[in-house]
């Protein structure tokens, strides 16, 4: 059984820059692929990005692609969401997602809450 646990979200301006990070504990975790997805209210859930035991990241809607990075430290088992020039768009609870594919259906995390203001 695989345990995602995220932190990082809050408040932000729009144009400001935030980091999400996500800590995985579990075994095998090097056979899983980890990424994000986000939901908004009242929208369909968007993954955001995934990322593979030695990378690279991949997976960027084009919503995302260009300000946000996925990035993934195996010796600490966390991958992070570097996000930058935030729009109110990106407003959504962002959760931290893993799985044997890059469909990352397997296990995913609470979620944190992003909220862009304008």
């Known amino acids: 059984q695989v345990q995602l646990v995220e932190s990082g979200g809050g408040l932000v301006q729009a144009g400001a820059s935030l980091r999400l990070s996500c800590a995985a504990s579990?075994?095998?975790?090097?056979?899983?692929?980890m990424g994000w997805f986000r939901q908004a209210p009242g929208k369909e859930r968007e993954k955001v990005g995934a990322i593979g035991w030695s990378g690279p990241s991949i997976g960027y809607p084009d919503s995302v692609k260009g300000r946000f990075t996925i990035s993934r430290d195996n010796a600490k088992h966390t991958i992070s969401l570097q996000m930058n020039s935030l729009k109110p768009e990106d407003t959504a609870i962002y959760y931290c997602?893993?799985?044997?594919?890059?469909?990352?259906?397997?296990?995913r995390g609470q979620g944190t809450q992003v909220t862009v203001s304008s």
């Open positions: 579990g075994p095998e975790l090097r056979t899983y692929f």
């Open positions: 997602a893993a799985g044997l594919t890059v469909a990352l259906d397997d296990y």
